[in-house]
Nanobody, 123 residues
């Protein structure tokens, strides 16, 4: 299984960025997908998740209303549209795949993780 995140980079505060995560080696449409992030010196934290069909989405309070998760099962890809970015959004962003056991909010629900893509937000 491979999860390859892309789309990270340097952006000014207030601007937008879209991350993508392409999955291979698994039946993508059977997995919930999540995004987590980790800033230096901080623990990995939940950002958002989407169920297998895309009908249900979940967000951390800190990103609700600014970030949108979506998926394209035909392309085996999940997206994270980030708008109104803040300096505190800067982190290494990871995508992960969950077979659906446990809550999407916790990292233990996820069986597979990608290597992450860096998001830097300048003030």
């Amino acid at each position: 299984v491979q999860l390859q995140a892309s789309g990270g980079g340097l952006v000014q505060a207030g601007n937008s960025l879209r991350l993508s995560c392409a999955a291979s080696g698994l039946t993508f449409s059977s997995y919930g997908m999540g995004w987590f992030r980790q800033a230096p010196g901080k623990e990995r934290e939940f950002v958002t998740a989407i169920n297998w069909s895309g009908e249900s989405t979940y967000y951390a309070d800190s990103v609700k209303g600014r970030f949108t998760i979506s998926r394209d099962n035909a392309k085996n890809t999940v997206y994270l549209q980030m708008t109104s970015l803040k300096p505190e959004d800067a982190a290494l962003y990871y995508c992960a795949a969950s077979a659906g056991y446990g809550t999407y909010y916790g990292p233990t629900a996820y069986s597979y993780w990608g290597p992450g893509t860096q998001v830097t937000v300048s003030s």
